[in-house]
């Protein structure tokens, strides 16, 4: 079994997923007002565990016992400025290269001031390399080059500084040769252990590679690197660790076609990022994240968007899965971004983008997580976007919440890019949670249909343009939650007439910013206050509160006292408004004009 297997299978198991599957037909909520308004089952995935990933990949890169070490047993490699002694067996010395060529432990310490420390042997069985205070320089190479071996594992003991610092340039014994490339390079895989120190400065290419898979269980990083931080080719499984990586291209990076490998999988550890100009993670299929602090910061963050080159605080060719974790993204590119899906279990993300907050080319799931999105150019974005369950509030320049079919390489912006296209398969699912969007364009876009379930929606803007608090081609469906759109009135919708939940859509003479907006029923009880951020000249309201058969009055202005959120008012106390208009709800969608 593979592990993306392995993980859809866990994915069944998961409280979240409580709706039936359906036919086709009931998926096809585009084509008519009486469709099904029920959302398919999608995108639920939950990040497997190491060693579930390792055992669905039969792999023995990570076995009992891998993770400690037996020093009495150990050959020491000791340098000494451009000297190495060796007490023991299995290492062999040609100048200022210390080759180890046999399976077992080394404790390697001191400092080499220009030289290798190399790894290449055809024995069964781990080279465990213990670095107690190692210092490593290479003017001409990498310092750290495993050349072959069935696994090297390092141990970096608590209390131990370690430092690996390669050439600007490296000279290869053959023009066409091509490794290493990396200051910390490993032909096979390659692990690391400890808390103690390593610091990798890269001066020619990569800081640490794997070109098989690469596991870090713990220790304290710092990677200064010319390109790639740290990657591993055909995966790359982070436990715990501390990590300050500056690279110019990407910070973190799987990248094996091979549709079983290429995934990155972090399930704790502490990250601060910087990069130049790459992404902070990057996997070529998933990227599985259950737990950690993350602080991402590319290419000078927000206020750099260029669409020249790949920015992204988190991203996946195929699947983007996001358990749990604590992020704080400020990216040029997008947030978090998948070629393919996302889903967001938990976790608390702080972003702010350049481009689009949170972007799929194919479905977006958010069952729960706490997401602040404090400026994009789109906040959330996919082909089909389905909200179960969390706290979102985003801010973009322009659509808030964006369901449209293709892809956006990096450019849904005029003159920039393929733009996504309308589609009837575009569709947006409410089915719960809290979203609040503050959006310059469109706030909720669908270039298909719309489903709302349950949840709360509110939505400040946009103010003026071709542009609407709702924008939908296909229809819009709701039975529940509550809904508030307000904004201009150039392009404002309701929703479907077909619904099952009653809504008015109410067209005024613009406000100003903060006005109170009031819905009372025929007991002067306010079932509404809300006071848009922007000045807004519609309002779309549907509400469980809204009864068929029942009389309304609306009024703007006055003061609403309570408890507010978002400029949502509860538990409140009406007064002083000025009366526009009143209704008798007769059908389910009521149109009040100026």
């Known amino acids: 079994m593979n592990f993306r297997k392995l993980i859809y299978l866990i994915a069944i198991m998961l409280s979240t ?38 055992e669905a990949n039969e792999s023995d890169h990570e076995e009992t016992g891998d993770d400690n070490y037996d020093a009495a047993s150990a050959t020491i490699i000791q340098f000494s400025g451009n ?23 080394y404790l390697v310490s001191g400092m080499l001031d220009e030289g290798q420390l190399a790894v290449k042997t055809e024995d069964e069985g781990a080279v465990k390399i213990v670095l107690n205070n190692a210092h490593i320089n290479n003017a001409r190479s990498a310092p750290f080059y495993a050349v072959n071996a069935e696994k090297v594992i390092i141990f ?114 502490t990250f601060d990022i910087t990069t130049t100009e790459g992404d902070g993670f990057t996997a070529e299929s998933d990227l599985m994240i259950s737990n950690g602090t993350f602080t991402i910061l590319t290419a000078g963050g927000s206020s ?34 998948s070629n393919g899906s996302i889903a967001i279990q938990a976790g608390t993300f702080t972003i702010a983008t350049g481009d689009d907050g949170i972007h799929a080319d194919e479905e977006l799931t958010i069952n729960g997580g706490q997401i602040t999105i404090s400026e994009s150019y789109e906040g959330l974005e996919a082909n089909l976007i389905t909200v179960n369950d969390g706290t979102i509030h985003l801010v973009s320049s322009d659509d808030g919440v964006n369901a449209a079919g293709g892809n956006d390489s990096s450019g849904t912006r005029p003159g920039q890019g393929p733009p996504f296209q309308s589609s009837i398969d575009s569709y947006i699912y409410f089915q719960g949670g809290d979203i609040v969007v503050e959006a310059g364009g469109d706030g909720i876009d ?22 609407g608090p709702l924008d939908y081609d296909g229809n819009f469906q709701i039975s529940g939650g509550l809904l508030i759109a307000a904004g201009t009135s150039n392009m404002a919708q309701a929703p479907s007439s077909s619904s099952e939940q009653n809504a008015i859509l109410v067209f005024l003479n613009q406000q100003t910013a903060n ?19 922007i000045s807004y000249s519609s309002v779309t309201f549907s509400s469980p509160d809204l009864m068929d058969g029942g009389s309304y009055e609306i009024y703007v202005g006055g003061t609403a006292s309570g408890t507010e959120k978002d400029g ?18 007769s059908s389910t969608i009521t149109t009040l004009n100026r």
Do not use: W
Request: charged share 20%; aromatic share 8%.
């Open 17 to 54: 997923v409580m709706m039936a599957c359906q036919s086709e037909d009931d998926v096809a909520i585009g084509m008519d007002d009486s469709d099904s308004s029920e959302a398919p089952v999608n995108s639920y995935y939950f990040a497997a565990t190491i060693a579930e990933v390792m």
């Open 83 to 105: 000297s190495i002694e060796i007490t023991g067996e299995g290492v062999m010395v040609s100048g200022t290269v210390a080759t180890i060529n046999s399976a077992g432990t």
């Open 156 to 269: 970096l003991p608590d209390g131990t500084e370690n430092t690996f610092t390669d050439a600007e340039e490296y000279i290869y014994e053959n023009e066409d040769d091509d490794e290493p490339n990396a200051a910390f390079f490993s032909d096979t895989d390659l692990s690391f252990y400890g808390s103690g120190k390593i610091t990798i400065n890269s001066n020619y290419n990569d800081g640490i590679t794997s070109k098989d898979g690469l596991i870090i269980g713990g220790g304290n990083f710092t990677v200064n690197s010319t390109d790639d931080g740290i990657r591993g080719k055909d995966y790359l499984v982070i436990s715990d660790g501390n990590f300050k990586i500056n690279s110019v291209g990407d910070a973190f990076k799987s990248d094996d076609d091979d549709e079983e490998r290429g995934y990155i999988l972090i399930s704790g550890g």
């Open 304 to 337: 750099n968007y260029t669409g020249d080159a790949s920015t992204k605080g988190l991203k996946a060719g195929v699947n983007n899965l996001l358990e749990g974790g604590i992020f704080q993204i400020n990216s040029a590119d997008d947030a978090i971004h």
């Open 446 to 467: 669908a270039n298909g249909s719309i489903s709302m379930t349950a949840g709360t929606v509110l939505v400040h803007g946009p103010t003026s343009g071709a542009n």
């Open 515 to 533: 006005t109170v907006f009031a819905v009372l029923d025929e007991n002067n009880n306010p079932i509404l206050a809300f006071a848009p951020s």
């Open 568 to 585: 949502l008012y509860s538990d409140v106390a009406y007064s002083g408004g000025t009366k526009l208009n009143s209704f008798i709800v």
